[in-house]
C-alpha cells in the first residue's frame, strides 16, 4: 500500500505575535514547527505501514527551511519526502495549496498506485480545515474527516472502515478507497524517533519539486490561484470582565448593587421575572 501524509511547517503560535502597523504575523525569531495535526496524521499512515505494509511518502508545500518538517517526518519512520518549493508557490490560499498537492500526489501515483493520503484536521496557523477536502475533491478519492480512529482497511476489496466525530456525537463508516483522511489529535499518540532514525534522516535526501516537475498551471499557483487574501489580522482586544461587588463590608448593598445590575439586562430580566412567577 502507498500512503501519502501532507505535512506543513506551521509558526509556534503561541509565540506569535503581531505588527500593529501592518497588521501581519511577525515571523523573523518565530521558531516553526510542523503542524501538531499533521503530526497525527503520519503517525496513522505510520501505524498502518507497521500492520499492512508499504510505503509512507510525507510531502509539504513551503520555503527550503520547511525540509526540516519532512526529515522529522523520516526520523519517525517515513520512507520518502518531497518539498514543493517554487516562487511560483508563494501567497498561495487554500484553494492553490490543494491544487499544487494534487497535482504533486498525481505525479507520485504514476510511479506507486496511492491508496490514502492523510492530512491533519486543519493548521494551527490558519485553521481553516479545507485543504483536505481540497485534494480529495480534486483527486476524486473517497473523502473522510474529522477521523478519530481508523477501524481497518479491508485490502481485498479496497475499503476503509473509520470513526469520525460529527455534531452531538460520532458515527462509524466505510467507503472505498483510494481516500482522504483529514484527522483530530485523539487519533494516535506519537511515536519517539529511535536514534538510527534521527541519522538516517539527517543523511536523507530531500527532493524538492517546482512548479515545472508537478506541471502545475502558473494561473492556478500562488498568488494568482487565490481568489481569497487576507485583508487584516489582529489580536482580539482582552476583555476586561463585568462589574464586582464586594460583599465583605455591606453584603446586603452589594446584593442590591448586583440585582440591579443584572435586571437592567432586559433579556435576563425577562427570563428572570419568568422563573421568579413560577
Not at 481553516?128 to 480512529?149: D, K, M, N, S, W
Not at 481485498?156 to 483530530?184: C, D, H, Q, Y
Not at 516537475?213 to 489580522?233: E, F, H
Not at 453584603?251 to 421568579?276: G, I, N
Request: glycine content about 6%.
Amino acid at each position: 500500500m502507498h500512503f501519502i501524509c501532507c505535512i506543513k511547517q506551521v509558526p509556534d503560535t503561541s509565540k506569535v505575535k503581531i505588527d500593529p502597523e501592518t497588521n501581519t504575523l511577525i515571523r523573523s525569531g518565530v521558531e516553526s514547527i510542523a503542524n501538531p495535526y499533521d503530526m497525527v496524521a503520519l503517525e496513522a499512515v505510520l501505524t498502518l505501514k507497521d500492520t499492512y505494509e508499504g510505503t509512507v511518502t510525507a510531502l509539504s508545500m513551503g520555503p527550503p527551511q520547511a525540509e526540516q518538517v519532512l526529515r522529522e517526518a523520516i526520523s519517525r519512520g517515513a520512507d520518502e519526502a518531497i518539498l514543493l518549493s517554487d516562487r511560483a508557490f508563494a501567497g498561495a490560499d487554500t484553494l492553490a495549496t490543494s491544487y499544487a498537492l494534487t497535482r504533486a500526489i498525481e505525479k507520485l501515483a504514476q510511479k506507486i498506485p496511492v491508496d490514502i493520503v492523510c492530512c491533519g484536521k486543519q493548521a494551527i496557523d490558519g485553521d481553516t480545515a479545507q485543504v483536505g477536502p481540497g485534494i480529495a475533491t480534486r483527486l476524486g478519492y473517497t473523502q473522510f474527516t474529522y477521523v478519530t480512529e481508523i477501524k481497518e482497511i479491508d485490502t481485498i476489496n479496497a475499503r476503509i472502515t473509520v470513526k469520525r466525530k460529527v455534531e452531538g456525537g460520532s458515527e462509524i463508516i466505510r467507503g472505498s478507497l483510494p481516500a482522504v483522511l483529514t484527522v483530530e489529535l485523539e487519533l494516535a499518540k506519537l511515536r519517539r524517533a529511535s536514534l538510527p532514525r534521527l541519522i538516517h534522516s539527517l543523511k536523507s535526501e530531500i527532493s524538492v519539486w517546482n512548479a515545472e516537475a508537478i506541471q502545475g498551471d502558473k494561473q492556478k499557483l500562488g498568488l494568482k490561484g487565490s481568489p481569497t487574501w487576507v485583508k487584516k489580522i489582529f489580536s482580539p482586544p482582552l476583555k476586561e470582565g463585568g462589574p464586582r461587588f464586594d460583599a465583605r463590608e455591606n453584603s446586603p448593598q452589594a446584593v442590591e448593587d448586583c440585582l440591579k445590575t443584572l435586571l437592567a439586562d432586559e433579556t435576563f430580566a425577562f427570563q428572570f421575572l419568568k422563573q421568579w412567577k413560577r
